[in-house]
Structures are given as structure tokens and as C-alpha cells.
């Protein structure tokens, strides 16, 4: 594996962790989620949310650092 296809490796690590980590965010602290599910009836869904959002939000801060890590390794 060459120097390039590490930090390849390391960009992608860290926009895909971004990228989850802002959807997360935003249904983690905004009332998005709250609203779209209570749009289609689905609003009894919202007692198990913090049991998935926050430990996903945690999941794609930590591919981020990883990200980060790996591009500053290379």
C-alpha cells in the first residue's frame, strides 16, 4: 500500500465521518426528527431516538478522528 492510498484511505475515513456526524447533529439537536416522524405518524418511534442518535453521533465523531489521525500519520 503506497503513501497516497493511505491518505486516499484517511480523506475518505473523515468526509464519510463528517458527513454522518452533521446528519447525526442535526437530528440529535435541531426538532428535524421530531417533525418529520410526526409528519407520517411514525411519532411513537421518538422514545428509543436518544438510544440510537447519540451513540451514532459518538460512532461517526470518532471515524472523523480517525480520519485525521490517519492523515496526519502519513
Not at 475515513?13 to 439537536?29: E, H, M, Q, R
Not at 435541531?30 to 411514525?42: D, E, K, R, W
Not at 431516538?49 to 478522528?65: E, H, K, N
Amino acid at each position: 500500500m503506497t503513501r497516497d492510498d493511505d491518505k486516499a484511505r484517511g480523506r475518505k475515513f473523515l468526509k464519510s465521518g463528517a458527513v454522518g456526524a452533521a446528519i447525526f447533529g442535526v437530528c440529535c439537536f435541531t426538532p428535524v426528527l421530531v417533525i418529520a416522524l410526526s409528519a407520517i405518524g411514525l411519532s411513537a418511534w421518538l422514545s428509543w431516538a436518544d438510544y440510537v442518535l447519540l451513540p451514532g453521533l459518538f460512532i461517526f465523531v470518532c471515524l472523523m478522528g480517525y480520519g485525521l489521525w490517519r492523515l496526519k500519520l502519513n
